[in-house]
């Protein structure tokens, strides 16, 4: 018996056990997800293997990256058939061509720039591309910034500082663009997500949100967004229903759409722990890969966690 | 040097050591703070004396609740001088008068509504009055509920569920009216205030606030806001500059026209652990209570409890 999720325009069939990995591989749990024009899955996962891709049938095709990423955070699919990698605990982004040769580097490996100094990168968390091919990095744990860099890696200009203001941050988890220019940053304790031109003017925001982690957008004009949202974890509403963790899908102007997910965390297939990452391939089939290793303990203090979670699903789109 | 802080219109004198307790009294921590008509100042602890009654220049006048009072935690002063005092820890409201004999009881004392049932009372958190003196009970930690009664204790209607949506709460903490008859809910771990009409219909949000915690009023025609706002408490951003604890004061439409406190948790003369409670007499001078010992291990992990810490200042206003 299907499973299906979602409301409206955007109701989906879950497939479970998508992804068919090598016996004894784990992905531990997955930072990001990514898909390449050929529809093949990119799994930037924290197991020994940071990179697993996966044809749409979820076939293991090969693995890469091996002993490189110290903690896989972001990707983002370029239109060149490349794919940017951010990594919080190595303090980089890179971005690699699909078989994982390193085209271009920013950051340094293992050196994060002083706590809140606002120079990158303190633990960036993820990158978008403007339509001129400038990257963005939003970074992050240890900056409240958004750096915008040429497309060979120069730095052109920096934006935000702590706080909760308009253009201030709070956890700079995400970001993503439009074809438009226009660019989104999921700034996740301050429980909103901020639009900005591509110069860093504040534009709007939209909330009526919780904790949202993880932003997709197809790059096209007037895209919807995907958005992962975390649940409660403080212990004075940790009990509370109908905060997620759960995927919102809202209009280009935030406006709800659908919404998915248990009124609680969980591991049945129609809930989540943490869903950190999300892509859409060429039918509209959404991946999200979910951090659930790092959420359990949040969630489940006293339970001790399983030795295997599941931290990615395949959503199936419905029309 | 008296420090000043605060900005625009809104500027003030920090007091130190206002209260002059008797000896070998403590607050533990406060509360909630209320003002008379006489520019009387009633404290609302969490110590042995749970109402200490104090003039204007911090004389001590009497106590009383003594037993009474399981876990103090919102104040709101009626028009005709009677206090009305919620109890989180108890579950009850009290209608009191200024010298503590009670006047009506809302709730059972000891005997919580079930989690999240949408019934009164589960940890209710504050009161407010409407201007036919129907009385809004926030409610709170347990519940993510709006209770509106009549003004002889007689349950009229409710609203609010757990969630992020308009009209949804997540920590329903703290409730004012203003003489328009206009309601506003500190919605805290939403980080914004929701404003309904005095029918609990949805009419707008203020968001760009940190776990907004306390809220006071002057129940006048467009009042501004103080809004005491708690800190990072989380792992993630406990260390981060600028998000709070601190005092904002905002036009009745949510502009931000002052703020103050240090860019962390601190014990300095300008800095807040948790302003839980505020109250602003006939001269605009501002007290402020907070709830240091509950917050303490939370900001400060690795530094043990001091045995009391400031948790009253009275902010007198400069014109």
Known sequence: MAIIVGTGDFKYRIVEDWAKLPDGWSFKEVGAVGVDDRDNVYVFNRGEHPVMLFDRGGNFLRSWGEGQYPRAHGVHMGPDDSIYLTDDGGHFVRKCSLDGKVLLELGVPGKPTPYMSGEPFHRCTHTALSPKGEIYVSDGYGNARVHKYSPDGKLLMSWGGPGTNPGEFNIVHNICTDADGWVYVADRENHRVQVFDGNGKYETQWNNLHRPCGLYMDY????????????????????????????????????????????????????????????????????????????????????????????????????
């Open 220 to 319: 096209t004009r007037h895209p919807v967004c995907y958005i992962g949202e975390l649940g409660p974890v403080q212990p004075v509403n940790r009990n509370s229903p109908n905060l997620g963790p759960r995927v919102s899908i809202v209009d280009n102007q935030g406006k709800l759409l659908s919404r998915f997910g248990d009124l609680h965390a969980g591991t049945a297939p129609t809930a989540f722990l943490g869903p950190h990452g999300l892509t859409v391939d060429s039918r509209g089939d959404l991946y999200v890969g979910e951090v659930s290793w790092t959420q359990w303990p949040q969630f489940y203090p006293d339970t001790p966690r399983p030795a295997y979670i599941r931290s990615l699903q395949k959503y199936e789109r419905v029309r």
